[in-house]
């Protein structure tokens, strides 16, 4: 097992002339809103109300606010509620057909719904309620700091992996052919040479809507 890499970063990310090992990154988000929420109940998590901005709403703005140029949200369950929040000419819906699916089978549409002028691909589950732009801004930089060897970096909070996690246009081609378990979250463990878990102190990256307990703590 290679040597963990580890990434400190309190602030947000400002590059300087000469720091960066990219320039600008062209940018794709994902957004996974295909679940059917079964331990809310059965719900749509995308709609789930955080200071009176559905879920899939808030994210999509923190994600064009942090600068990411195309937007693709992958709907399967409650499709039909969702829609009504994705009538924009700059947001791309795939949907998943399958009742039944995983969360790989998701990040694979997803992924495929981008361009091919995209360098890198940053993924954001729906249900997560407190990321800002200075969060994702972070994560960027993070990436763009990173050794030139890096092609994933994620979030790490303690030990708990967090979200969004942001990705080479080389990776993303792999989830395409369908290589490897990506999306599945035990790759992750393996710590292969071009993963970056990015430590941090920052509660966002793993605050989430999973349980009826932290429905009831958001709704608070």
Known sequence: MVAEKTLSMTKEACCEPKECRADRLRLGGIVLA???????GGRAKGLIQIEGEPLIQRNLRVLREAGVDELVVVTGHYRSQLTTWLESATVVEVTQPLETHTQV?????GVAGLSENIDAVMVLPVDMPALTRQDLVALIGAYKHADDGIEFVGP????RPGNPVLFSRRIA??????????????WRHHQPDWLL????????YVADIDSPEDLAHWMQ
């Open 34 to 40: 295909a679940g059917a929420g079964s331990r809310l």
């Open 105 to 109: 089978d998701s990040l694979r549409l």
């Open 156 to 159: 790490m909070v303690g030990k």
């Open 173 to 186: 081609t792999q989830i395409l052919q369908g290589e490897g378990d990506f999306g599945s979250g035990a």
């Open 197 to 204: 878990e990015w430590q941090t102190d920052n509660l966002h």
